[in-house]
């Protein structure tokens, strides 16, 4: 039966062909495809789902996210006694990256109930991992959202109308923290959140105050605006805390710029050149501290460096 059916598919290819037309599969939307696949990420076996595009990313790509590995060396030979936190932790992609390079404890933040799961899995094989599920936000309670991508990106959004959403419980960054280790000297904070970057580094004050860690996070306007949140604000906000130098690397993770606590207008204007479709469709982020301004100098160095030789 096979055979005929070949036939029959290669007669209307051919077909079509003639009338000028052609038949390309895609390839399966994000999270409808079943299973799990083993992705070897900082050298380490990871378990992803297939539906989960950091699947085929790494695939592709394996040194997807190695600057944040980068990072955590340096943190970790300054700082020998520093602690990461990930949140946005997702099935543990970026922790593998950070344990393949600094020997350092980590806090895994994640609320999705799927990839949850998985980080924990994976998890297993690191020592000095400490899973948190929850969501975060600049202030703990119940908020009423609405959730999109789940399983594998979720992506929260206020609810427009009272039949839409669900309610969801809301911790503080400083709150799961404090509950996981009250001594612990984060000096490494990354966060992914599709928009929700900037509500949970508000959310983490303290920590920022107290240990003026590095901060890598992502800055999307798609996400961002449906929020309201204002970017203007938040540069301040940073700037307040003593945060000076800023390294901007576009979605792929290439070099773009490095600015300082006097170049927020510059800031907003590559904000709003961003989107989709755009040349730089978001960006991710580095904020160093002015204490540790030799740190943010060899750091970019590096990434200078980096940009020369692709």
């Known amino acids: 039966m096979k055979q005929p059916l070949k036939t029959l598919k290669l007669g209307v290819l051919g077909f079509l062909n003639q009338l000028g037309y052609s038949i390309a599969k895609l390839p399966p939307k994000p999270g409808q495809t079943p299973g799990t696949a083993v992705v070897l990420v900082g050298g380490r076996p990871i378990k992803i789902p297939r539906g989960n595009p950091l699947c085929g990313a790494y695939q592709m790509n394996p ?28 099935v543990g992609d970026t922790l593998a990256v950070i344990k393949g390079k600094a020997a350092m404890p980590v806090i895994c933040v994640e ?62 960054l400083d709150q799961v923290v404090q509950g996981v280790n009250r001594q612990a000297r984060v000096k490494l904070l ?35 605006e449906p929020l309201g949140d204002s970017v203007g604000d938040f540069f301040d906000y940073l700037v307040k805390l003593g945060y000076h130098d800023f390294i901007l690397n576009d979605a ?13 207008d510059v800031f907003l204007d590559l904000y709003q050149y961003s989107y989709l479709g755009r040349p730089i469709y978001y960006f991710d982020i580095w904020v160093f501290h002015r204490s540790d301004r030799g740190l943010f100098e060899c750091f970019l160095a590096q990434e200078r460096a980096r940009s020369r030789q692709s």
């Open 190 to 224: 990354k966060v992914d959140t599709e928009g929700y970057d900037l509500r949970i580094l508000r959310g983490a004050a303290g920590i920022l105050e107290r240990d003026q860690p590095v901060i890598t996070f992502e800055l999307n306007r798609e996400n961002v």
């Open 111 to 172: 609320g999705d109930p799927i990839c949850y799961e998985l980080l924990q899995e994976n998890a297993r094989q690191f020592e000095e991992v400490f899973p948190v599920k929850t969501f975060l936000s600049d202030k703990p309670g119940e908020t009423k959202v609405e959730l999109q991508k789940t399983g594998w990106n979720t992506t929260l959004t206020e609810a427009k109308t009272e039949g839409l959403g669900q309610r969801l419980q809301f911790q503080t």
């Open 63 to 90: 040194q997807l996210n190695s600057l944040i590995g980068v990072g955590a060396e340096m943190v970790k030979d300054r700082f020998p006694d520093s602690w990461a936190v990930d949140v946005g932790a997702n």
């Open 252 to 264: 792929g993770g290439g070099f773009i710029c490095a600015l300082n606590e006097q170049n927020r």
